[in-house]
């Protein structure tokens, strides 16, 4: 049995600002990357794409995958633009490098996952019955017996002498 405990202003404060969803408005609405929209709207338009998700719509995080595949599509084009209209090599190997890297996020992180969102992969769980004391398993064919018969009676031989 879990007992309830009482909490005070500050700390119902502080569980409410570190929430996900106000971390993320403190920096969005902080930085100017949503406009003027003021900081409660922020937050409570993120917990309701939060909500969605843990009940299972992932609209948003569909539609989220294939917005930053594109982004990321756009910047390997860029930057390979760059790479190919740079004058000395330093600035091509840069350029390329950093377009590769944005190449391979968008399949790696956006396009894959968005894959396995679509058509997540299937599990087996598979029962297996070891019936006997004993088991064999045979990988091949052996040129040679690692035991032959002559060499344990040698050796029993032995042991009786």
Known sequence: MKLAIEENED???ARNYLTPECLSAALLVSNNLIGKTPFIEV??????????????????????????????????????SWALSAKHIDGLESYMRLALKAQNQARATTLQTLGELKTPKQVAFVKQANIGNQVQVNNGIQEEPARTRKTKKAQNELLEG
């Open 11 to 13: 700390q119902a404060n």
């Open 43 to 80: 937050v409570l338009e993120l917990s309701r794409q939060t909500a969605a998700i843990n009940c299972g719509d992932m609209t948003r995080a569909k539609d989220l995958l294939v917005a930053q595949a594109h982004t990321l599509d756009a910047l390997f084009t860029q930057l390979a």
